[in-house]
């Protein structure tokens, strides 16, 4: 089996729990390039990068170099796609692979119950206000609140399309991941991604109506409510609309 063949098969099984290759990337912290690059078998893919895969994917390490060196493509996605429940015991040389709904939708909540301890424990580490690491401190807790958002809001619609009780618990995940977002950029309240997002709050407008607003993609828009990105030539209009909105 190639890497273009095994690839292929973890193609196969992303779309199996109905993931696109944003909610793959949100959940791995592997680029969309990177995860289209490992589909198609175009390059050989880091170890971290396969690693990341796998435990996004919720599969056993090494499931990709099993894949490469399989001899039947077919029948190996077969088995992973028909792997025993978890609660069976899997074979020590054949492991048992989950792509039940239910069970991914149990996994995808422990995973954000553990993104939240996580930022909790970032937040309760802040550096002192007056330290000069303080700002670059919360901008990057605010990128990995940012990240664990959108597997949230990626693992409750496993949820809903699963009909697993985890989905009221998941959106409640989501709902505190949001607080903590907006409370990080409360705390820069001179920054202009905190000015931003403030007034998008305020407008009441949907994202994609400002980003219209501002002649930017609706990506651009998030980047600008929590990095501070502005596209060139967007500033003017980004003042504009904070004013507005103030």
């Given at each position: 089996m190639s890497r273009e063949a095994a690839g292929a098969a973890i193609r196969t099984?992303?779309?199996?729990?109905?993931?696109?290759?944003?909610?793959?990337?949100?959940?791995?912290?592997?680029?969309?390039?990177?995860?289209?690059?490992?589909e198609r078998g175009v390059r050989k893919p880091h170890k971290g990068t396969v690693q990341k895969v796998e435990n996004g994917l919720g599969l056993p390490p090494g499931t990709y170099a099993r894949l490469v060196v399989a001899d039947d493509p077919d029948a190996e996605i077969a088995?992973?796609?028909?792997?025993?429940?978890?609660?069976?015991?899997?074979s020590r040389t054949t492991p048992g692979i989950?792509?039940?709904?239910?069970?991914?939708a149990d996994v995808l909540e422990a995973h954000a119950e553990a993104h939240l301890d996580s930022l909790n424990?970032?937040?309760?580490?802040?550096?002192?206000?007056?330290?000069?690491?303080?700002?670059?401190y919360i901008q990057s807790v605010i990128e990995q609140c940012v990240k664990a958002e959108l597997l949230a809001a990626n693992s409750w619609r496993v949820a809903v399309n699963?009909?697993?009780?985890?989905?009221?618990?998941?959106?409640?995940?989501?709902?505190?991941?949001?607080?903590?977002?907006?409370?990080?950029?409360?705390?820069?309240?001179?920054?202009?991604?905190?000015?931003?997002?403030?007034?998008?709050?305020?407008?009441?407008?949907?994202?994609?109506?400002?980003a219209t607003l501002l002649g930017v993609a609706?990506?651009?828009?998030?980047?600008?409510?929590?990095?501070?990105?502005?596209?060139?030539?967007?500033l003017?209009?980004?003042?504009a609309f904070v004013r507005e909105q103030s």
């Open positions: 099984l992303r779309e199996a729990r109905d993931w696109s290759l944003a909610d793959l990337a949100a959940a791995t912290g592997v680029s969309i390039m990177g995860l289209s690059f490992l088995q992973i796609l028909a792997a025993a429940p978890a609660e069976s015991t899997p989950v792509v039940s709904r239910h069970s991914d424990s970032l937040i309760a580490r802040l550096p002192a206000e007056t330290s000069n690491e303080y700002q670059t699963a009909g697993a009780e985890s989905a009221d618990r998941l959106m409640a995940h989501l709902t505190s991941l949001e607080a903590i977002r907006t409370g990080l950029l409360a705390r820069t309240p001179g920054s202009i991604s905190a000015r931003f997002d403030q007034a998008c709050a305020r407008s009441e407008l949907p994202e994609s109506v400002i609706v990506e651009q828009v998030w980047d600008i409510r929590n990095r501070g990105t502005i596209p060139p030539g967007a003017p209009r980004v003042r």
